[in-house]
């Protein structure tokens, strides 16, 4: 594993072994240029040592990285991608990287109820892949990019116990890590500036709103110094080697682990190469084929044998197929003459029915009228054409409605349907009367068809 650290006056380079060895290989330094981007400074601080086919972090102190609140109800249920994409874009106003020009890692952080803080780390995606491309032309490969502030992993220079509060000041940002024994440790950016003193003040308050106690550590880049009474604390300053080198084997065990407890910026997974991809896909063409070809050569010989084999075991099944025709055919005209025989006798009933309603309709209608006919109404006619039955009757009230329903209750079971009357007001009392009404009662007809005897019952 290779760690590449970053700022804006140095660069460094620390080679490890093996993947989790805190036995530190080797370590160059140099100076940063000035103005130079974080690609060109991170292919800078490669080039310090051999070209091998290393595994890089790259520590960038120059990454944006800060502590983002948001409600709970923007980010409820999103994670990944999602996630990252939503806290891009609130954290655009802070950190002035587009959203859509941004890479960003976050873990979650302690937040009041209703909200939802993140630690975030924050670059151009830009930035990231020439940083990537650059390593990589260098047969080196790009694990990710890590704010090498908030290492969440005791550590000291010097053998004696690490402190369980540390304060780290870089060049943009004030880190305050708490570590207390048995509890889960806490990462805080404050929002004092390293430049000036009110930091220590933010710093006290913090660590006191935690009930946190015990010694502390100040680490600090060259080109910021921590001022103050300094008796109860521990000032450590990457100037120093022995510092810088406990501090690089700290984060190489760190980020060696499973789930580094710090916002990792990662690449995105590579597309195949064209190359790859035309490769697997004529070999798989290739092995689809001479499976296709093997397969044909061995179905063209079983289907001769299964052909004959079918036609000597088709003959008894045909003969079978035909005897079974024959018997369906002779069930069918059985089952049409029965329909036959059924329909006639509905019809002979219905027949029945029809020539005894026929004999008492219209007798049933006289009475009806004779007990039914108000003193409102005089019926002027009552005639039957074509089955349709017709009442005009002159009333001195525009509505009949006893009548009506009486007559259309007893006009249903002599097969006339009821129908409302057309009125015709004659206006010659102040009321608009009288009326001159006029029923039409269509008759109820049940059609019933004779059925058509089968071919083979003829």
């Not at 944006?64 to 980010?75: D, E, F, H, L």
């Not at 943009?172 to 004092?192: E, F, K, R, W, Y």
């Not at 019809?347 to 029809?354: A, C, G, P, T, V």
């Amino acid at each position: 594993m290779t760690l590449l650290f970053l700022t804006s006056n140095r660069i460094i380079r620390a080679d490890f072994p093996s993947k989790g060895s805190s036995d530190l290989q080797q370590v160059w330094k140099a100076a940063a240029a000035p103005g130079a981007t974080v690609s060109a400074l991170a292919e800078a601080a490669y080039a310090l040592g051999p070209a091998n086919r290393a595994r890089v972090w790259v520590l960038n102190s120059l990454s944006w990285t800060q502590i983002v609140t948001v409600p709970a109800t923007k980010v409820g249920g999103l994670e990944g991608q999602e996630l990252s994409s939503a806290l891009s874009f609130e954290a655009e106003a802070m950190s002035g990287i587009s959203p859509f020009d941004s890479m960003l890692g976050a873990v979650p952080a302690p937040a009041a109820a209703g909200d939802n803080s993140f630690w975030v780390t924050q670059l151009s995606a830009g930035e990231l892949v020439l940083i990537e491309e650059s390593l990589g032309a260098k047969g080196a490969k790009l694990l990710g990019i890590v704010h090498p502030g908030g290492l969440v992993r005791p550590w000291s220079s010097t053998g004696s116990a690490p402190a369980p509060q540390r304060v780290e000041l870089w060049q943009d940002v004030v880190l305050t890590i708490d570590m207390p024994p048995g509890s889960a440790p806490q990462v805080n950016a404050l929002s004092a500036s390293p430049a000036r003193e009110d930091w220590r003040l933010e710093a006290e308050q913090w660590f006191t709103s935690r009930g946190s106690h015990g010694s502390r550590s100040i680490l600090s880049l060259e080109a910021v110094q921590p001022g103050g009474d300094e008796s109860h604390e521990e000032i450590c300053s990457l100037d120093d080697d022995a510092t810088l080198r406990a501090w690089l084997t700290a984060w190489a065990i760190e980020l060696s682990t499973r789930t580094p407890r710090a916002p990792l910026v990662k690449p995105l997974p590579k597309p195949m190469a064209d190359s790859t991809r035309f490769a697997i896909g004529v070999g798989l063409t290739l092995i689809a084929l001479a499976f296709c070809a093997g397969h044909s050569f061995w179905l063209q010989g079983r289907q001769k044998t299964l052909q004959i084999e079918l036609v000597k075991a088709e003959q008894p099944a045909q003969q079978l197929q035909t005897k079974k025709a024959e018997a369906d055919s002779l069930q069918l005209q059985v089952a049409q003459l029965k329909q036959q025989a059924a329909s006639l006798r509905q019809l002979r009933n219905d027949w029945k029915e029809s020539i005894k309603v026929e004999r008492r309709r219209h007798a049933g209608l006289l009475q009806i009228l004779v007990s039914s006919v108000p003193t409102e109404l005089t019926l002027s006619s009552v005639d039957e054409q074509a089955g349709v039955l017709n009442i005009s009757g002159l009333s001195v009230v525009p509505h009949l409605e006893s009548f009506a329903t009486n007559l259309a209750a007893g006009a249903e079971p002599l097969r006339w349907r009821y129908e409302p009357p057309r009125r015709r007001a004659l206006n010659f009392a102040d009321s608009g009367g009288p009326w001159l009404l006029d029923w039409t009662l269509p008759p109820i007809t049940n059609v019933v068809e004779t059925p058509t005897p089968p071919t083979a019952a003829r």
